[in-house]
């Protein structure tokens, strides 16, 4: 029940915000979500994490950062810099997860 009532009142909040604010939560989301390979492979996994998963998602969370101030493209071909540097972090991390013994 609890979770009903959060929803409602986040899709209140929503609907009352400003343009600026869902944006804000939106791009907060995304840089959160680039985290996510990296836990998922600490999480799911009995094998200990490499140094260069913690690397490539630093330095993807850096190109992130970068592409919202418009340092680096936004885009990457037709696909949002956020939604490629997660794929690529994804699969990095299924190959560094192979690649350990």
Known sequence: MAWFGFAIIAMIFSILASDQLVML????????????????????????MGNEIII????ALVTF???????VPGDVGPIRMDLFLLVSLGLFSVVSYLLRK
Not at 56 to 59: R, S
Request: charged letters at 10%; hydrophobic letters at 60%.
């Open 25 to 48: 939560a939106r791009v907060s989301f995304a840089g959160t979500a680039m985290l996510a390979p990296m836990i998922l492979t600490g999480v799911l996994t009995k094998k200990t």
């Open 56 to 59: 490539a998602t630093a330095v």
């Open 65 to 71: 950062i970068l592409s919202l101030l418009g340092v």
